[in-house]
């Protein structure tokens, strides 16, 4: 692993074009995410450097003052929509250490911005609790569970925390009276029925995304191909997913292509 810590400039990324969740900017505290998950296209839109894009997972750069450079930027976020994080994970196993995002989200709720949506995989998030409590309803966090299988966890995201770390610690948020949906993307081979079972107690909504291979087809493809799985890609088994969600309330509306039955 290679940590640097490097200077910037700014923090704030005014963004164009949202995607499911609309926002205005995002922000990223660190360059780079040791999960590594290997269908993360993040290090696309980070770095030109194809070296650097071969070792995404294996190196992270700390933005060393990104505290001080929120703080000079904070107008820029005031009565905005936030994402936390677009190109890393917030809370990545180096957060524990750095408290680099805590410090960004102190500044942040000074700066009051009309929503903030935390991104993560991780468990960790739970040690902020009470500092995420002070957002009140301008924050939702999203919590990424794309499988109900640990096996093919591993093989996709073989560095992240485990499943049941990541639903328990949303369970934790919810109960502390936290906003949180699940993010079931990329979508991954799963049990749909289990994934539904797993789900439905913790989270009020889910939504689904699809497999987005960008420049890492033939590597991906190999995952699948390789164990028998290419059937998990294709349009029927992300209907069957949608469906059992949709039958659990987590989707507020059926699939296009089923018959009403909840
Ligand atoms: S946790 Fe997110 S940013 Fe980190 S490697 Fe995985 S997909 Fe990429």
Redesign the pocket.
């Known amino acids: 692993m290679l940590i640097t810590e490097i200077e910037v400039r700014s923090v704030v990324t005014r963004q164009k074009n949202p995607g499911r969740i609309p926002f205005d900017i995002t922000i990223n505290p660190y360059r780079g995410?040791l999960?590594?998950?290997a269908?993360?296209y993040?290090s696309e839109f980070v770095y030109e450097d194809p070296q650097k894009r071969a070792a995404?997972?294996q190196w992270v750069e700390v933005k060393k003052n990104a505290v001080d450079a929120l703080q000079k930027e904070s107008r820029k976020v005031t009565g905005q929509r936030v994402f936390f994080s677009s190109?890393?994970?917030p809370y990545?196993p180096l957060e524990r250490r750095l408290g680099l995002t805590r410090a960004c989200l102190e500044v942040l709720l000074m700066a009051a911005p009309a929503h903030l949506h935390i991104q993560t995989?991780s468990p960790h998030i739970t040690r902020d609790i009470e500092l995420l409590q002070r957002f009140g309803e301008s924050l939702t966090v999203g919590f990424?569970i794309p499988t109900d299988s640990d096996i093919v966890r591993k093989v996709f995201?073989p560095r992240?925390p485990s499943i049941s770390r990541r639903l328990k610690a949303a369970k934790e948020l919810h109960e502390a009276g936290i906003a949180v949906s699940a993010s079931v993307a990329p979508l991954l081979p799963c049990t749909p029925k289990r994934l539904a079972r797993l789900l439905a107690p913790v989270f009020p909504e889910a939504w689904v995304g699809g497999m987005n291979f960008h420049l890492k087809e033939t590597e991906l493809r190999q995952l699948y191909t390789e164990r028998g799985w290419e059937h998990f890609l294709t349009h029927a088994h992300r209907l069957e997913v949608e469906t059992a969600l949709w039958e659990a309330g987590l989707l507020p509306s059926p699939p296009r292509g089923t018959i009403a039955a909840r």
């Open positions: 995410c999960f590594g998950c269908y993360c993040a995404w997972g190109a890393t994970d990545q995989r990424s995201e992240a």
